[in-house]
């Protein structure tokens, strides 16, 4: 029984910084994830002066419940969304000018509901080109803190910024919330914060933060659930059993029930204390799912869902047309390349298995690292899937290529269905990984 040894979760690590830089001491966190995006934000701190020590199991971060250590900092957020909306709400507690920009993918990606946020809680903050969008600076002084109001309609991670920012303020906050989307995430914020020794009182639509800081703590680095679904995919469309460890009853991230979702369709699911496993069977069945609190296995379902005995529809998901790319289109377009029917509305998906999947297509990447780890998955099954850049997965799983590839080939050993390659290429049929932008 293959099993899988899944980096960290990035929603966790992200998390996890931001608490470590705010909190009163030294924290060391256990197993984080090393990627882009999570080496991104530990970058951002240094920059904003915060002593960040790494050694290949454990991250420990001296944390400065003031604030930066700097008057004045230019970050550069990469393409980390997380990165991009911590940082300046953490930087805004400070005393200083900081300013932030990103990478063109994250530019595109919207901030206006945070910003506007942080502006009525009198947080001195300007977008220097388009309004809601980075680069940004902030002229900080501090936040008061008191009453403010929130769409996080688009995205939780402008609740969970807020939430971060509460303990930080001096009065509190008191955050009432107009519309939210995957609300396991905000929940992980809630339990991580409260390891920090911060409890979130929840009150209908708001939540309330008491003010007084972090402490340090150590903190250990759950495995990422949103990566794990391409294993627990793979087994479903194969017949094969994969195992996860450190994933299982208890777990922070909401997006472990995308296992649900596969059991729904028939696959067997066993959570257990510490783990979880899932085998294929001989049927995959078609299924109608609100994935709305776990979008981001959005692409993982659209992308085995091909191979299912009846149509597929995800329903709930506009929120996935604001990610690294719009994912729901992205998924459709790659699809349509592998011949398979799929028609799109605004918040959903439906897809029609019993079309002959073409071979030897390429998929468009749209430079979105959860595309590429979907539709490998798929080239289990469809013999000459390539990539037109299969290294973004070094956003959050650089060496993705290489497990994926090792899980195939032991399912081909087993003598399993797949007929796809071992590994994800790109369009030169190279395994090389473009440089990071």
């Given at each position: 029984m293959p099993v899988v040894d899944i980096p960290g979760s990035k929603s966790v690590t992200a998390?996890?910084?931001?608490?470590?830089?705010?909190?009163?001491?030294?924290?060391?966190?256990?197993?984080p994830l090393r990627s882009d995006d999570t080496e991104g934000f530990a970058e951002g701190l240094a920059r904003l002066g915060y002593r960040v020590g790494r050694t290949p199991d454990a991250w420990q971060v001296d944390g400065r419940p003031q604030g930066p250590a700097v008057t004045e900092a230019d970050v550069h957020c990469r393409d980390g969304a997380t990165t991009a909306r911590f940082l300046p709400t953490l930087a805004a507690t400070g005393t200083g000018t900081y300013r932030f920009d990103a990478s063109p993918q994250m530019r595109r990606r919207p901030l206006l509901p945070l910003t506007r946020a942080l502006r009525d809680l009198g947080v001195d903050l300007r977008h220097e080109e388009q309004e809601g969008h980075h680069p940004l600076t902030v002229t900080a002084a501090g936040v008061e803190g008191?009453?403010?109001?929130?769409?996080?309609?688009?995205?939780?991670?402008?609740?969970?910024?807020?939430?971060?920012?509460?303990?930080?303020?001096?009065?509190g906050l008191h955050i009432t919330v107009t519309d939210l989307v995957s609300v396991p995430y905000v929940e992980i914020t809630i339990a991580m914060m409260r390891a920090f020794g911060v409890e979130v009182r929840r009150e209908g639509s708001a939540f309330l933060v008491p003010s007084g800081g972090y402490r340090a703590t150590t903190y250990a680095v759950e495995p990422d659930a949103?990566?794990?679904?391409?294993f627990f995919a793979a087994a479903a469309v194969t017949g094969g059993e994969v195992t996860v460890l450190g994933l299982g009853e208890g777990a922070l991230q909401g997006d472990l029930g995308f296992v649900d979702v596969l059991r729904r369709m028939g696959a067997q699911v066993e959570v257990g204390a510490r783990s979880t496993t899932?085998?294929?069977?001989?049927?995959?069945?078609?299924?109608?799912?609100?994935?709305?609190?776990?979008?981001?296995?959005?692409?993982?379902?659209?992308?085995?869902?091909?191979f299912a005995s009846g149509p597929v529809r995800i329903e709930d998901v506009a929120n996935t047309r604001v990610k690294e790319c719009d994912r729901l289109e992205a998924c459709a377009e790659n699809l349509r390349r592998l011949g398979v029917e799929v028609t799109t509305g605004p918040d959903w998906i439906e897809i029609r298995p019993g079309a002959p999947i073409a071979s030897g297509a390429e998929i468009k990447s749209y430079g979105d690292h959860r595309i590429v780890m979907s539709f490998a998955v798929t080239g289990l099954?469809?013999?000459?899937?390539?990539?037109?850049?299969?290294?973004?997965?070094?956003?959050?799983?650089?060496?993705?290529?290489?497990?994926?590839?090792a899980l195939s080939a032991g399912f081909l050993s087993r003598g399993r269905r797949p007929t796809g390659p071992p590994a994800a290429l790109d369009r030169h049929g190279s395994d090389r990984k473009p440089s990071a932008s």
């Open positions: 998390r996890a910084l931001f608490l470590a830089a705010a909190a009163d001491g030294v924290t060391t966190l256990v197993r008191g009453e403010v109001t929130l769409d996080a309609g688009q995205s939780s991670q402008y609740l969970t910024a807020l939430l971060l920012l509460g303990p930080l303020t001096r009065k949103s990566t794990a679904s391409y899932v085998r294929g069977t001989a049927e995959l069945r078609g299924v109608t799912v609100n994935m709305r609190d776990i979008s981001d296995t959005m692409p993982t379902l659209a992308a085995i869902a091909p099954r469809v013999p000459g899937i390539s990539f037109d850049d299969p290294g973004c997965v070094r956003k959050t799983f650089p060496g993705f290529h290489e497990e994926f590839g």
